[in-house]
């Protein structure tokens, strides 16, 4: 019985493998239409695929062409051919804007988009362009059962741009770029005010101007001095029980102390 049951699975195999190959060389697009079909059915989206593209120029302009291009579309969203699921989905929705399946359509062009999302460190253009599409997608379609998934890769995304921009922040910073370190964190906080990472963005922001001030050249320190402490204010109003807090005081006292030789001064 168990010779017969393997005897039996290789002549479906080889039999399955007949058909298909039959399909790709047949002329016949009836046919390939109907085999691609099953191959989708089944889950063989590569096979699927193949056969789906030798036919799609025979359908354009047919009413068979608007089913085909989203099967066509989706074998690469299954495969994860991202780039070229978005684009297909995309091309299908302008195609066909009164289609059963245009939101489906929007949906997972956004999410193969959103796919090529790279991580932070990597320049986020990809990332930008993701953002747009599920905005649009939100836009089109703001009471659809999608919106759950669709908030949680902006957020998902939008952190990610947040972060590239706080670790150029702090990457000038780390090599003593105070002044351009303090800009940077000037633009994320401007750009990013409800971000998780506000306190860090605040705490080095104030040790960027505090390095500027007391390394400052003599005829700008007194205003870079009252500058680093105006950020220390911002800070300690922000976040009085901040992990930081007791490095923030030190360089606020110290702060204070060189400041006394200008009112002695004057």
């Known amino acids: 019985m168990k010779n017969l049951f393997y005897i039996l699975i290789t002549f479906l195999v080889f039999t399955s493998c007949s058909e298909y190959q039959k399909a790709l060389k047949s002329e016949d697009v009836g046919l390939k239409f109907k085999m691609g079909e099953q191959l989708y059915e089944d889950g063989k989206y590569n096979k699927a695929s193949r056969i789906f593209t030798q036919i799609v120029p025979a359908y354009r302009g047919k009413p068979q062409a608007e089913k085909l291009m989203f099967l066509d579309a989706d074998c690469y969203y299954q495969t994860e051919q991202h780039y070229l699921a978005g684009y297909r989905f995309e091309r299908f929705a302008s195609s066909y804007p009164r289609s059963e399946k245009l939101e489906e359509a929007y949906y997972k062009s956004a999410l193969s988009y959103a796919q090529l999302s790279p991580v932070y460190s990597k320049d986020q253009h990809d990332t930008d362009h993701a953002l747009e599409k599920l905005q649009l997608f939100a836009n089109l379609y703001p009471e659809s059962q999608y919106m759950p998934k669709i908030n949680e890769l902006v957020k998902e995304l939008q952190y990610k741009l947040e972060l590239k921009a706080y670790s150029i ?84 006292e110290s702060l204070k102390e060189q400041l006394e030789q200008y009112s002695t001064k004057s």
């Open 169 to 252: 922040a702090k990457q000038y910073n780390h090599i003593s770029d105070f002044q351009a370190s303090i800009n940077a964190f000037d633009n994320f906080i401007a750009d990013f005010p409800g971000t998780t990472l506000r306190e860090k963005a605040l705490y080095y922001r104030l040790d960027s101007a505090y390095q500027l001030a007391t390394k400052s050249v003599e005829y700008k320190k007194e205003a870079r001095l009252n500058t680093a402490l105006s950020y220390y204010n911002n800070f300690k109003r922000a976040y009085s029980e901040s992990e930081f807090i007791k490095d923030a005081d030190k360089m606020a």
